[in-house]
T-cell receptor, first 116, second 118 residues
Framework: AQKVTQAQTEISVVEKEDVTLDCVYE???????LFWYKQPPSGELVFLIR??????QNEISGRYSWNFQKSTSSFNFTITASQVVDSAVYFC?????????????FGTGTRLKVLA | GAVVSQHPSRVICKSGTSVKIECRSL??????MFWYRQFPKKSLMLMAT?????????EQGVEKDKFLINHASLTLSTLTVTSAHPEDSSFYIC????FGAGGYNEQFFGPGTRLTVL
């Protein structure tokens, strides 16, 4: 069965610190997609990244970077030099390709608080 | 592109009334739409998958008679919460699926509807 685990419920950091949000997933499919979303207090989900199972290359986008390791079934997200505006709940999600349902399975989310 | 809207953004109703929430894909056709429910400080839980022109597929534990879903066109799906009760108060989010340029499945999320049942 598919599952996404975000063990960190809440993280607090001081502005300019680096922070890593962990995501561990379970799936039997060889084809799948992983996502990260940001949910600010307004509630609207903001898409951050999509990664397919065949692409293990790490990605950097500005202060954001992602580390995908199939060997450990992890897709971790790092924010460098955090800012107060980064405060939000971050969700990791998994979508399996073979099932044909295209459902997203979300982790429980990590609430990030960046203190000034 | 790929914008999904929801209406209303916020609704307050009395217990026992029914509430309809609309989800529209504004600039693309969505063969599949999904409805999620999110309790305060909790994750998004998939309620049902809605395919245009056919009956919705509900997740285990979701009452289909309570949460009526209609997907009458390729750009519109509606969720009706029938005989709402305070425990139905929640944040409801829809998403619409389309295929990206690389052939991958991608969902675009609406801004959500906050339902409060008094």
């Amino acid at each position: 069965a598919q599952k996404v685990t975000q063990a960190q419920t809440e993280i607090s950091v001081v502005e300019k610190e680096d922070v890593t949000l962990d995501c561990v997933y379970e799936t039997r499919d060889t084809t799948y997609y992983l996502f990260w979303y940001k949910q600010p207090p307004s509630g609207e989900l903001v898409f951050l990244i999509r990664r397919n199972s065949f692409d293990e290359q790490n990605e950097i986008s500005g202060r954001y970077s992602w580390n995908f390791q199939k060997s450990t079934s992890s897709f971790n997200f790092t924010i460098t030099a955090s800012q107060v505006v980064d405060s939000a709940v971050y969700f990791c999600a998994l979508s399996e390709g073979a099932s044909g349902t295209y459902k997203y399975i979300f982790g429980t989310g990590t609430r990030l608080k960046v203190l000034a | 592109g790929a914008v999904v809207s929801q209406h209303p953004s916020r609704v307050i109703c009395k217990s026992g009334t029914s509430v309809k929430i609309e989800c529209r894909s504004l600039d693309f056709q969505a063969t599949t739409m999904f409805w999620y429910r999110q309790f305060p400080k909790k994750s998004l839980m998939l309620m049902a998958t809605s395919n245009e022109g056919s009956k919705a597929t509900y997740e285990q534990g979701v009452e289909k008679d309570k949460f009526l879903i209609n997907h009458a066109s390729l750009t519109l799906s509606t969720l009706t919460v029938t005989s709402a009760h305070p425990e139905d108060s929640s944040f409801y989010i829809c998403s619409a699926r389309t295929f990206g340029a690389g052939g991958y499945n991608e969902q675009f999320f609406g801004p959500g509807t906050r339902l409060t049942v008094l």
